[in-house]
């Protein structure tokens, strides 16, 4: 990783062109907005959509987060905060939210054409990747309904982006930038959280000297822990006990890591998965009637007692373990949509897709020039991975933490394989 990075100039988005990243944006937005045309302006189908609305419905009428989102957690804040923002305080108006979204997600497809041009110095291949991006069947699919994804993506993708640049310069300031952003992305899916450690990768940088490395590190770090730090602030003089972010962790651990979630690994169809995730709510709400009293009603104890429970129980099912591990890892890396949900025309022709995704990304890394950046990708990959599959695997977690890695490397794979001089041309 010393060439960490590494990049000839600081001057980023500029080299594409106002018009361009207007194009990018426009398109991106355009097909969005179809997309939400589609499905309905004025209704919203995604499951998780109530909670983050009754979370923006309490800030817009009382001021103050509400202490529960769902039965037994609270979520993460951001996006909650930012339908307020989006909405004008008017977070019912659910043609406003999807719309918003939709600007959210075409500032994502932006970002990455932004990143190509920083990463690999070549104007088309950015452009090509920005256009990539824009049509990409789930990150459009994200950003449809009334759902954090694409806030967290843009977030993310920006973090990543001023992270890039304050290496580059150095520069401490977008170093500081880079790590409020990516506070900004753990306060809309706490999952960002384990991506903290790697704004100390500018330590590995060989353009300059040490303590300039360090210094731009530890601004990152000074920048997330101060973005991150009002919000657990709050969580300790409302709860009494340290949340950094939201109490879910043991909720989720535990809908997929007890026996009862051995059944949704096993499910064929739709049918049967529904009975079993019926099964699965239900033995964790046993669960937490079981419990006593004061730890149901601290949100510390109760995520704690959750992953717990379900720890002792793959402790004494080392098989099942493996088997659960098997079904997350495979759940995250397969190609295609879960054909238990989805009719075998999308099925086929996603995998199709994103198959091919994955093949050019895996050229795009092994051709990159610049290894340090790629091994820093690599990394956000395994991490990102891993501790999914540790807790819960989602088409929707890996398109918000993978597909924009992969569309970045795939492009470049993919030009790659062009003759020479058209990839001349092309750059």
């Not at 990049?7 to 355009?30: E, K, Q, T």
Request: net charge positive.
């Amino acid at each position: 990783m010393t060439t960490l990075l590494a990049a000839p100039s600081d001057r980023g988005v500029l080299r594409l062109g106002r018009a361009v990243c207007a194009a990018i944006f426009l398109g991106a937005f355009a097909v969005r907005i179809a997309a939400i045309a589609a499905a309905g302006f004025a209704t919203t189908r995604f499951a998780d959509a109530p909670a983050y609305l009754l979370g923006a419905k309490a800030l817009a009428e009382t001021g103050h987060y509400p202490l529960r989102t769902d039965p037994f957690l609270f979520r993460p804040p951001g996006y909650s905060f930012f339908l307020v923002a989006a909405t004008v305080g008017h977070p019912d108006s659910i043609s406003a939210a999807k719309i918003a979204n939709a600007a959210l997600g075409a500032l994502g497809a932006l970002l990455v054409a932004a990143l190509s041009v920083r990463i690999f110095r070549q104007r088309g291949l950015a452009i090509a990747a920005g256009a990539l991006a824009a049509l990409h069947p789930t990150l459009v699919l994200v950003s449809s309904d009334v759902q954090s994804e694409p806030l967290f993506v843009a977030l993310l993708l920006s973090a990543g982006y001023l992270l890039l640049g304050a290496t580059d310069r150095p520069s401490s300031n977008l170093a500081v930038l880079s790590g409020a952003l990516l506070a900004l992305a753990a306060l809309t899916r706490s999952s960002a959280l384990v991506l903290a450690p790697l704004l100390l990768a500018p330590l590995w940088d060989s353009r300059h000297p040490q303590r300039a490395n360090a210094h731009i590190a530890f601004s990152a770090l000074l920048g997330f822990g101060l973005a991150l730090a009002p919000w657990t602030l709050r969580n300790a003089l409302v709860f009494r006990e340290l949340i950094v972010v939201n109490d879910g962790a043991g909720y989720v651990f535990y809908g997929r890591n007890a026996d009862a979630a051995l059944p949704l690994a096993h499910a064929r169809d739709r049918a049967e998965l529904e009975r079993a995730s019926d099964g699965l709510e239900r033995a964790r709400l046993e669960c937490i009637a079981a419990l006593p009293a004061a730890v149901r009603n601290s949100p510390g104890r109760l995520s704690r007692a959750l992953g717990g429970a379900a720890l002792a129980q793959r402790r004494a099912d080392p098989r099942g373990t493996l088997l659960l591990l098997a079904w997350k890892s495979w759940d995250w890396l397969r190609p295609y949509p879960d054909p238990r949900f989805w009719p075998r025309p999308a099925v086929a022709g996603v995998g199709v897709y994103m198959a091919a995704l994955f093949l050019c990304a895996g050229i795009g890394f092994a051709r990159a020039p610049r290894n340090g950046v790629s091994a820093f990708c690599l990394v956000f990959l395994a991490a990102t991975m891993l501790f999914h599959v540790v807790f819960e695997t989602n088409w929707r977690y890996r398109t918000a933490n993978w597909d924009p890695v992969l569309l970045l490397y795939a492009s470049y794979g993919a030009a790659t394989l062009l003759p020479a001089r058209r990839r001349r041309a092309a750059g």
